[in-house]
């Protein structure tokens, strides 16, 4: 999927988002948030000048969000993103509130409207998770000119003697019975269980 196929999902399926920002102390904070809008410039929300999120916003113009939907954990598809966000005030309200009109029912006047402002997460990078299939199946992703971080494990091929061990213990059979093993990023689920298992150090952690 594209990163733009990935952020309509986020906002338009899952919609309500955990956010995580910065206090004044330089600790975190969370907070639920609805995404309201999406396209290929980023993601939108908003919130009102008087609450502490914008003030955190403002102070540190950066985010990290997760959201999810699914019934239960084997039907789970989460996103999370981390990003850079800005203040565009009171850009695309309009069409904010026609694209969510329940929007209306918390602020239903123009009066009661003069509050928000219009954040954008224009830049960031993300992870989408898919439990609802097997293996699971992992895609990470990047939007604004950032570039798509790696993550998971990797074998390094002049290192790898062919022995069985990791794919013995790889819970997700995502490793390759072919000599050099190989890992299928796509479907790792970062157990480690191989990095341990590797009698000659063979595999290696990439990312954070």
């Known amino acids: 999927m594209t990163a733009q196929e990935i952020l309509k999902i ?20 969370t907070c639920v948030i ?8 980023g993601l939108y ?6 609450k502490a999120f914008y003030t955190r916003l403002m102070e540190h113009p950066f985010v990290a969000l997760s959201g999810m939907k699914g019934g ?14 800005r203040n565009i005030g009171k850009g695309l309200l309009d069409e904010i509130f026609v694209q969510n009109p329940y929007m209306e029912k918390i602020y239903p006047t123009q009066q009661s409207r003069e509050a928000l402002e219009v954040f954008q997460i224009y830049k960031g990078v993300g992870e989408y998770f898919d439990l609802s299939q097997l293996p699971p199946y992992r895609q990470g992703f990047s939007f604004g000119g950032e570039a798509v971080q790696e993550s998971g494990y990797r074998i390094r091929e002049d290192k790898c003697i062919g022995c ?3 794919r013995h213990v790889c819970p997700v059979g995502c490793i390759s019975n072919t000599i050099p093993r190989q890992i299928d990023p796509a479907h790792c689920i970062h157990c480690g269980n191989c990095l341990r298992t590797c009698p000659v150090g063979a ?6």
């Open 34 to 41: 609805d995404l309201m809008l999406s396209d290929e410039e």
């Open 45 to 50: 929300f908003l919130t009102a000048r008087g």
């Open 164 to 166: 069985q061990g990791c």
């Open 72 to 85: 239960d954990t084997l039907s789970t598809v989460a996103v999370s993103v981390r990003g850079a966000v």
């Open 10 to 29: 986020l906002q338009k399926d899952i919609h309500s988002t955990v956010f995580a920002t910065l206090d004044g102390n330089g600790l975190p904070q």
């Open 203 to 208: 595999v290696y952690k990439v990312g954070d």
